[in-house]
């Protein structure tokens, strides 16, 4: 969720930079079952416009509608959305609807924040009565600390406190600059995740041909920085050379990501382990651990496409710890975690 709430402080920025009044709502209780779950949140601005999605669209005209005396009066407002007559998920959301206008101070802490991938909190005081009540509140935690009015903000004994915490960006490293490639940081750009694309600086390749990546670097194998490889990290090697996908892997046999493909077939990921391991034979177990090769699910996938849809994936399950499975195989609910 850390991409959707990124998206929506970027969305403030333009409208209060148009002088365009914004509210915030976010699903903070959910009794049943949803399309998302609490903790999710979009801005509303007074001109119609919207960012982010509480559900999958059904709900969204009625949260708009609702948020009308809210842009208004400048007083919270608690709705519930009952869709077990008029959705398929059978559940009733509450949703708090607040006037959102962090200050500079804040912003400027924020973009701190995400740019250092440390793990920060978002802390929501609510009560599920419906309707206008001033006090209810969604105040940012970053670094230890909570915003400037928290100490204005005195909540009553009876305000509920949803407490949400925010991981750093998920970001994928793809080395290659070939068509999978393009397509696959489009793919992980869709999905909200940072793309950085690294290639080798012989290479006839511009950043031009990667325009969902935020980060496209030439670099010389041999002298790769991968500091930008953390815990919260997936790497691809898919340069399409045996060379240069073992040159990066000596590099990035000193880091710790969560998953590590191998594009490529099981003799050539076993070549460039062993060749690895002839060369550095000190490399921890654990970095073996996180080795995927061949990257990918098998879905029967063909194509740069497919492909890289099998790849996304896969990672998202190592992140996620889950095995995976068909949901209709599963005996529990869909968010049982």
Known sequence: MTHELIHIVDAYKKAKASG????????????????????????????????????????????????ADVFQTGTPKM???????RLGCEGILYILIEPFSPEENLLRDFEKQISARKPFELHTYYNTKTGSRAGMKTLFLLNGKKEDKTDALHPEADLKVFRQTYKPRMRIVLFGGEHDAVVLSSLAASMGWEVLVVV???EAQAADKFPAADFFLPVIPETADVSMVDEQTAVMLMTHSYVKDLK?????SSTRPSYLGILGPANRRERLLNELLERIPEVSGEFFD????????????????????????????VFRSVQPVSLKEKSTAIHSR
């Open 200 to 202: 080798a600086a012989d």
């Open 248 to 252: 990066y892997l000596l590099r990035l």
């Open 20 to 67: 365009i009044k914004t509210v915030m709502a976010t699903v903070v209780e959910l009794e049943g079952s949803s399309y998302r779950r609490p903790g999710v949140r979009m801005l509303l601005l007074e001109n119609g416009g919207t960012y982010g999605a509480v559900s999958g669209g059904c709900v969204e005209k009625e949260v708009f509608r609702q948020a």
């Open 290 to 317: 996180k080795i995927y090769g061949p990257a990918g699910i098998d879905l029967g996938a063909e194509g740069p496409q497919e492909i890289g849809v099998s790849i996304l994936a896969e990672i998202l399950a």
């Open 79 to 85: 709705m519930t959305y009952d869709g077990r007559y």
